[in-house]
């Protein structure tokens, strides 16, 4: 299957602070890139959808201002949490879709984010 | 009610047994099936991938849809203790995924 890679695999920040996730697409081009939180014995819950070129569009409940996305390419799309607080931290993947067929998707590694 | 609805689990069962995970979903509009393995602490991984109705078989694992039921299915055959992980059901439609919440399964040596 397509390769999607995510990093850092896991960051420890102090509040405050600021961290960026990016999210990378190997082996094909990514349409669409979604950014999920998974907390510990949960689903997916999905924080926003991002196309390349255009702005995300947030879940309900997600402030924008917070998690800010980019996918500035057909590869690459990133989330950087401002101003972190320890309820941020959590369990953040990220997941795409390729240009050639939008109902598959294919996942990273995940981010395991601590704040301190 | 939810998109899809999946039963938590756990599931533990011995090796080499056959193991039957299964979701529900609500919409019969809906096509596009998955099913992810996810283990501890990692991403989820693509493991089958249906369109419509019908079985898939990929060596151990089969998926089933049932759409006259809304029904979906992923049975593992000659299950390993490298099987243990979190199942994930997942349906496209509307432009979104939809998953749900995932079925532990624990195969004991």
């Known amino acids: 299957g397509a390769v999607v890679s995510q990093h850092p695999s896991w960051v420890i920040c102090k509040s405050g602070t600021s961290v960026k996730i990016e999210c990378r697409s190997l082996?094909?081009?990514?349409?669409?890139m979604f950014w999920y939180r998974q907390f510990p014995k949960q689903s997916l819950m999905l924080m926003a959808t991002?196309?390349?070129?255009?702005?995300?569009?947030?879940e309900q409940g997600v402030e924008k201002d917070k998690f800010l996305i980019n996918h500035a390419s057909l590869t690459l799309s990133t989330l950087t949490v401002t101003s972190a607080h320890p309820e941020d931290s959590s369990f953040y993947i990220c997941?795409?879709?390729?240009?050639?067929?939008?109902?598959?998707?294919?996942f990273g590694q995940g981010t395991r984010l601590t704040v301190v | 009610q939810k998109e899809v609805e999946q039963d938590p689990g756990p599931l533990s069962v011995p090796e080499g047994a056959i193991v039957s995970l299964n979701c529900t979903y609500s919409n019969s509009a809906f096509q596009y099936f998955m099913w992810y393995r996810q283990y501890s602490r990692k991403g989820p991984e693509l493991l089958m991938y249906t369109y419509s109705s019908g079985n898939k078989e990929d060596g151990r694992f089969t998926a089933q849809v049932d759409k006259s039921s809304k029904y979906i299915s992923l049975f593992i055959r000659d299950s390993q203790p490298s099987d243990s992980a979190t199942y994930l059901c997942a349906i496209f439609g509307f432009n979104k995924f939809y998953f749900g919440s995932g079925t532990k399964l624990n195969v004991k040596p």
């Open positions: 997941s795409a879709t390729s240009t050639v067929q939008n109902t598959e998707a294919f």
């Open positions: 082996d094909f081009q990514a349409t669409t």
């Open positions: 991002s196309n390349e070129g255009s702005k995300a569009t947030y």
